[in-house]
């Protein structure tokens, strides 16, 4: 129960570190015809990706003026006098980020994406998403969750909490997906969990979001819900508000999978090549969570 097929996508050098915050918040657009003219000092060690990626704490020096900088929410490229500084100063709490500024987020998504990887935003192909939810997630309590696994001779689904006490259980024969809330399972918020087939738990981490950030998260999302701008323009929306709290705190929060149920099986006539793009994303996430 693997995801053991690599995209074309991700297979040409795209990875899911690429978008990760706080690495990077900032590319060079121009970094190709200035390379011999700049100087990268790196605050943290190497880069995760493409030279052209700056990250929180990284200096320019040399012609650090000519390069063409696009910066992520909350980041800036600062003059030092002699050298330029990635500064980011993102807010101290998840929720004091507000939801208005994900398509700023989404814009720099798109740039990197087309300067580093070169993909093409409009190809037709099938995303591989499996396993869903993913690997170490955080879940709604009252959302369902759509899970799916690789086609086989599975016959449990099974739920456990961190002490190995099995909390849920039902037949799945001849399935490889079905929904069902947290809530539903029996399942309480602010806990952690590992669900799997037939006992085949891997690195399939569940943990509730506490009642207090359920109640942030459904506010933020009423405000967009409330908006008045189509239904799927609501939708790419969300998505992308959901993972840009998920990029910015990683260690808190992974919403990645709600955006993907919400994208993944409707299609957006002029919005198409966005919804792609934010689905490339939540397959880049989960290949970097399998490893």
Known sequence: MKKTILS?????????????????????????????????SRANGASNGAA???????????????????????????SQGDYY??????????WGVAQSISDAASSFWSNVESIVTGASRGEERDFNLIPQPGFDVTAVLKEDIHFAWDAGESKK??????????????????????????????????????????????????????????ANLTKKLAE?????????????????????LSDMYPNQIDLY???????????????ENERKMLLRKCEAH???EMK
Not at 20 to 32: F, G, K, L, R, S
Not at 257 to 271: C, D, F, I, N, R
């Open 157 to 214: 689904f099974i739920v456990e909490d961190e002490k190995g006490k099995k909390i849920y259980e039902t037949n799945i024969a001849g399935k490889t997906s079905f929904d069902i809330s947290p809530e539903k399972m029996n399942l309480q918020a602010g806990l952690k969990y590992k669900w799997g087939i037939d006992g085949d738990f891997q690195k399939y981490n569940l943990t509730i979001l506490s009642s207090d950030a359920e």
């Open 52 to 78: 052209a990626l700056l990250y929180p704490g990284d200096t320019v020096s040399g012609a650090a003026s000519s390069a063409s900088v696009k910066c992520a929410p909350y980041a800036s490229f600062v």
């Open 8 to 40: 074309t996508f991700i297979a040409l050098s795209f990875s899911a570190t690429v978008y990760a915050y706080p690495e990077p918040v900032a590319v060079i657009e121009n970094y190709d015809s200035i390379s011999n003219m700049i100087s990268i």
């Open 85 to 94: 500084i990635i500064s980011y100063d993102p807010p101290s709490g998840i």
């Open 224 to 244: 967009i819900d409330a908006e008045s701008i189509s239904s799927d323009e609501k939708i790419l929306k969300k998505a992308k508000y959901v993972q840009l």
């Open 257 to 271: 999978y709600l955006s993907a149920q919400w994208l993944q099986y409707k299609k957006m006539g002029k919005l």
């Open 286 to 288: 989960l290949d970097k």
